[in-house]
């Protein structure tokens, strides 16, 4: 399971409007417990890609951001996107490029204007890679 505040949440979805058409991206940390992940912080990054189909994290903004995760006793917990145009589930190219099977990977999806959708996923195996939804809470 995986918490998230509804206060990061609507920043996520500000950030990832404000990058449209492109992908917008950022990072995700917090605690876990128990196998309860709660996110404690929301980092929004810069798509280096400028692309709307796919995004690389700005590393110098990646390094300040895990400085930042380290000084607050944060556990980096995995990373988020969007998808400007495709429901919030990885692509291909997603699977291919996930590497860390302890990462949640948060996928935003603007492509119903009016109503985001946000789900969480873990990404796992080779050859297929598989992708599995997390439960994700979203608090007040
Ligand atoms: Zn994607």
Avoid at 14 to 23: I, Q, S, T, V, W
């Amino acid at each position: 399971m995986i918490k998230l505040k509804k206060a990061d949440l609507e920043k996520m979805i500000a950030h990832a409007k404000g990058c449209l058409p492109n992908e917008a991206c950022g990072l995700i940390a917090g605690t876990e417990n128990n196998g309860v992940r709660e996110i404690k912080a929301v980092y929004l990054l810069t798509n280096t890609d400028q692309s709307n189909e796919h995004f690389s994290l700005d590393p110098k903004e990646q390094l300040a951001a895990v400085k930042d995760m380290r000084s607050k006793g944060l556990t980096p917990l995995g990373n988020w996107h969007s998808h400007p145009e495709s429901p919030s589930r990885p692509s291909d190219e997603d699977k291919r490029l996930a590497f860390d099977g302890r990462a949640s990977y948060m996928i935003l999806s603007l492509m119903e204007r009016g109503k985001p959708v946000l789900n969480s996923f873990r990404i796992t195996g080779k050859d297929p890679k598989i992708s599995e939804k997390e439960q994700l809470v979203i608090e007040e």
